[in-house]
């Protein structure tokens, strides 16, 4: 599931560049949820006039099914109250940190996974 996307529509140089740029933070990006756990409930099939995905609602106050044990030695940050919005906030200042510019393609947050994208004649 993407939590930030980084760039969109980049040369591969710009893309290069961005990598360079920020790539001393990924290992700890993409760890993050470790020890910040966003809980996600209600997944649903949605679409758009360029792509289909399984969607999700922030939990709050859903019973939980599952209880997964945080390591010993790491202070984990969880519960209802941290959502999926809280978790794109703290990793987009992490990117930012970094120095790069974040450019999403997509202004609005959402919890989804991209099942497909819709192509055109253009697109090949």
Same mark, same amino acid.
């Given at each position: 599931?993407?939590?930030?996307?980084?760039?969109? $529509?980049? !040369?591969?140089?710009?893309? *290069?560049? %961005? =990598?360079?740029?920020?790539? &001393?933070?990924?290992?700890?990006?993409? $760890?993050? !949820?470790?020890?910040?756990? *966003?809980? %996600? =409930?209600?997944?649903?099939? &949605?679409?758009?006039?360029?792509?289909?995905?399984?969607?999700?609602?922030?939990?709050?106050?859903?019973?939980?099914?599952?209880?997964?044990?945080?390591?010993?030695?790491?202070?984990?940050?969880?519960?209802?109250?941290?959502?999926?919005?809280?978790?794109?906030?703290?990793?987009?200042?992490?990117?930012?940190?970094?120095?790069?510019?974040?450019?999403?393609?997509?202004?609005?947050?959402?919890?989804?996974?991209?099942?497909?994208?819709?192509?055109?004649?253009?697109?090949?």
């Amino acid at each position: 599931m993407t939590v930030l996307e980084l760039a969109h $529509s980049k !040369t591969p140089e710009q893309i *290069a560049s %961005l =990598v360079t740029t920020v790539r &001393s933070a990924i290992p700890y990006m993409t $760890s993050f !949820t470790y020890s910040h756990r *966003a809980r %996600l =409930v209600k997944p649903m099939i &949605s679409y758009d006039l360029s792509a289909f995905a399984v969607s999700f609602l922030p939990a709050s106050g859903e019973k939980r099914r599952a209880q997964i044990a945080a390591p010993a030695d790491q202070r984990v940050v969880e519960g209802d109250q941290y959502t999926y919005h809280h978790l794109r906030r703290d990793v987009f200042n992490l990117a930012q940190s970094t120095g790069v510019e974040v450019e999403s393609r997509y202004q609005v947050p959402s919890a989804h996974i991209t099942l497909g994208r819709y192509l055109g004649e253009e697109d090949h």
